[in-house]
């Protein structure tokens, strides 16, 4: 199996829908934030401080790093998609699947805490604008999460296991 990247809205379940499909697939799930977490040594909103630029340059040599590695289940931060250079890479050393949740369904669904960028959860939307084209553009496969975690887990190992050889 190539590495198996999902993207998407933060809070759309992408680790939590990960982390079941990774299990009953055999693999183990990497959150690409707790890994930049673990390579720092510091929380996301503590990076943050020093700005987005800073942050956004932490998540793409955390992505390269990740991406020498095999056979990975990734669960990407929201605005991996925003720096062409993290496409790039997930392309060449995997597939990426964009986990499609409405803005209301995280916000109804989700806990944004801890989310610098989501500090007003209004911002969601504009964030939503932002990126929904980037999510399809840098997307090889889409799963809608609707909100029946069963039925999404299946959607995403089924594309996993027939298309993501």
């Given amino acids: 199996m190539n590495n198996i990247y999902l993207v998407g809205m ?3 379940g992408k680790t939590t829908i990960g982390g079941l499909v990774a299990k009953k697939l055999g693999v183990e799930l990497t959150d690409l934030d707790e890994y930049i977490v673990m390579r720092e040594g510091r929380t996301i909103p503590e990076i943050f401080e020093e700005g ?4 956004r340059q932490k998540e793409t040599e ?9 056979n990975l289940f990734v669960a990407t931060g929201g605005g991996i998609v925003t720096v062409e250079e993290n496409i790039d890479i997930m392309k060449k050393s995997g597939k990426v699947i964009f986990i499609d949740a409405s803005v209301d369904f995280i916000l109804q669904n989700s806990s944004l805490e801890g ?3 989501l500090k007003d959860k209004n911002r969601i939307h504009d964030l939503y604008k932002a990126r929904i084209a980037l999510y399809r553009k840098s997307a090889d496969y889409t799963v809608a999460n609707d909100g029946i975690l069963s039925d999404v887990c299946k959607r995403l190992e089924q594309v996993v ?4 050889k």
């Fill in 115 to 117: 989310r610098p960028l």
């Fill in 62 to 70: 955390a992505l390269r790093s990740l991406a020498a590695k095999e």
């Fill in 10 to 12: 933060p809070g759309c």
């Fill in 161 to 164: 296991r027939t298309k993501c």
């Fill in 52 to 55: 987005e630029a800073v942050f």
